[in-house]
């Protein structure tokens, strides 16, 4: 398995929808496509996409802001998120990302994705629909 990890373009933008979908979120498509081209175009955001076999099996992104006490640009990786059934995709995903911001100048970057993001709704649907289903079992 050839993991290819490049930057993310607007074409993408699909496949990364149904990615986020496949491991869980479930963004409002329209909200997801206005917030995807903002980052994609900013250049304080880095958004790169792993591939395999020509398929978006991964994808991360990573904040970059200057910090005056470290004296100089600090990179922070916001999200991440793999394919079920695609392992070794993570470090390579992650090793690429922070390659980039070091040759971007960051002097430090803080690796801990996806903390304070709510739950993945996909949890949410599940734990409603076990639910449903006892109530309607109690209910015959």
């Known amino acids: 398995m050839s993991v290819q ?3 993310a373009s607007l074409q993408d ?18 909200s997801f496509a206005k917030t995807y081209r903002k980052t994609l175009a900013d250049p304080h955001f880095l958004v790169r996409v792993a591939e395999v076999e020509g398929k978006i099996v991964g994808m991360a992104t990573l904040s970059m802001r200057w910090q005056i006490g470290l004296g100089g640009l600090l990179a922070c990786l916001d999200e991440l998120a793999i394919a079920p059934g695609h392992k070794g995709v ?51």
């Open 5 to 7: 990890v490049r930057s």
């Open 13 to 30: 933008g699909v496949a990364v929808l149904a990615l986020l979908e496949e491991v869980g979120y479930y963004p409002d498509p329209i």
């Open 90 to 140: 993570d470090r390579a995903l992650m090793q690429a990302t922070v390659g980039k911001a070091r040759g971007l100048g960051a002097r430090r970057i803080v690796v801990r994705a996806n903390e304070g993001t709510p739950p993945p709704r996909a949890a949410q649907l599940r734990a409603g629909l076990s639910l449903a289903r006892s109530g309607s079992a109690l209910a015959s």
